[in-house]
T-cell receptor, first 109, second 112 residues
């Protein structure tokens, strides 16, 4: 079992829909990242969380440390949101990240 | 603007040849990392460096080598000992152990 599990693996939505991507982890962490990877491959960091909730534009990220679970929400989804969304966690003493396998989101008109 | 530059974006090499992937950052970050991405798998750590002239093996270091002679640069060499080198390689940096990860745009290596 992977230390970081994401669901769903693939998600198709229509423009305007509210989207939720989930991330569960099985180890103690110091921080959790949500990342976005576009088809060209480059990765952009969306959020880093250690507790609570963060919002940036139409994106909202929440984390529940006790339940070892985080969610990424996209409100009023748009085709330009189509990408792979990756959850990654900081574990241990070294500054390494452990990554989920990603959720591929396709938003259609 | 500050960022990470990886070059080239696409790289083709013949089997048995060593190849070096470039990663340069102008963010003044102490820590730099190399990750490998394969289809259907999460990114896996190859090597990381938290300070100049020092680096540590990650989870899949076999067949790879790195150097950190300058703070700005962390090149990765894929040697002929790497059994399955065809993959997407990402470089990242951070100012300290936890915060502010920045990723490069990646190099897609194909070995034929």
């Amino acid at each position: 079992k992977n230390e970081v599990e994401q669901s769903p693996q693939n998600l198709t939505a229509q423009e305007g829909e509210f989207i939720t991507i989930n991330c569960s982890y099985s180890v103690g962490i110091s921080a959790l990242h949500w990342l976005q990877q576009h088809p060209g491959g480059g990765i952009v960091s969306l959020f880093m969380l250690s507790s609570g909730k963060k919002k940036h534009g139409r994106l909202i990220a929440t984390i529940n440390i006790q339940e070892k679970h985080s969610s990424l929400h996209i409100t009023a989804s748009h085709p330009r949101d189509s990408a792979v969304y990756i959850c990654a966690v900081h574990t241990g003493t070294a500054s390494k990240l452990t990554f989920g396998t990603g959720t591929r989101l396709q938003v259609t008109l | 603007d500050g960022g990470i530059t990886q070059s080239p974006k696409y790289l083709f090499r013949k089997e048995g040849q060593n190849v070096t992937l470039s990663c340069e950052q102008n963010l003044n970050h102490d820590a730099m990392y190399w990750y490998r991405q394969d289809p259907g798998q999460g990114l896996r750590l190859i090597y990381y460096s938290q300070i100049v002239n020092d680096f540590q093996k990650g989870d899949i270091a076999e067949g790879y080598s790195v150097s950190r002679e300058k703070k700005e640069s962390f090149p990765l060499t894929v040697t002929s000992a790497q059994k399955n080198p065809t993959a997407f390689y990402l470089c990242a940096s951070s100012p300290d152990r936890v915060y502010g990860y920045t990723f490069g745009s990646g190099t897609r290596l194909t070995v034929v």
